[in-house]
């Protein structure tokens, strides 16, 4: 089945430690995004990527690096210059390309707790 | 101004009421648009497409409003199992925006 992957499910990271996301599609979709969500918050989006080898910075990139060599994984690192990363993390894919009416499918999301 | 906003709610309804959310959107080049249901600690999963000519699915209407840049999502006879938070979401110059999304609760 198609789908979109992102692991761990549940992150712990000591204060000052980079840690990495994965994120996996085998939608054959183009664009891919990652949010960041906050209890009882909306979705902001940190880096989105159109195609492969190039990305954008969304809305609170500051703190967040991200990589895009293949066309199905999309990887969001979390470094330590990020101030306050305990958070909910959600990675989407669409068709992108100019298509229109490109729903976006999510992965079941990392939870990352900073201990 | 943000790209997408929406009454955050919480909305605190009894059970069979109609519900009403609306969503605004800057960027009249926006091209796409659609309806999210997140339920708790859950990732979003797609309700509906909203499209110019209206939309219909059972208890669910959609609408959009290009003129006056703003997308509405009616629920009608309003169930128990619709508690959860409701999000709108553009696609706007390649980039996929979310409103802040509104609690829905219904109550018995």
């Known amino acids: 089945d198609g789908g979109i992957t992102q692991s761990p499910k549940y992150l712990f990271r000591k204060e000052g430690q980079n840690v990495t996301l994965s994120c996996e599609q085998n939608l054959n979709h183009d664009a891919m995004y990652w949010y960041r969500q906050d209890p009882g918050q909306g979705l902001r989006l940190i880096y989105y990527?159109?195609?492969?080898?190039?990305?954008q910075k969304g809305d609170i990139a500051e703190g967040y690096s991200v990589s895009r060599e293949k066309k199905e994984s999309f990887p969001l690192t979390v470094t330590s210059a990020q101030k306050n990363p305990t958070a909910f993390y959600l990675c989407?894919?669409?068709?992108?390309?100019?298509?229109?009416?490109?729903?976006?499918?999510f992965g079941q999301g990392t939870r990352l707790t900073v201990v | 101004r943000k790209e997408v906003e929406q009454d955050p709610g919480p909305f605190n309804v009894p059970e069979g009421a109609t519900v009403a959310f609306n969503c605004t959107y800057s960027?009249?080049?926006?091209?796409?648009f659609f309806w999210y249901r997140q339920d708790c600690r859950k990732e979003p999963k797609l309700l509906m497409s909203?499209?110019?000519s209206g939309n219909e699915d059972g208890r669910f209407t959609a609408q959009l409003n290009r003129a006056s840049q703003y997308i509405s999502l009616l629920i009608r006879d309003s169930k128990l199992s619709d508690s959860a938070t409701y999000l709108c979401?553009?696609?706007?110059?390649?980039?996929?925006?979310f409103g802040s999304g509104t609690r829905l609760s219904i109550r018995p």
């Open positions: 989407a894919s669409t068709l992108g390309g100019g298509a229109r009416n490109t729903e976006a499918f």
């Open positions: 990527s159109q195609i492969v080898n190039d990305f």
């Open positions: 909203v499209y110019s």
């Open positions: 960027n009249s080049a926006s091209q796409s």
């Open positions: 979401v553009v696609n706007s110059a390649s980039k996929i925006i």
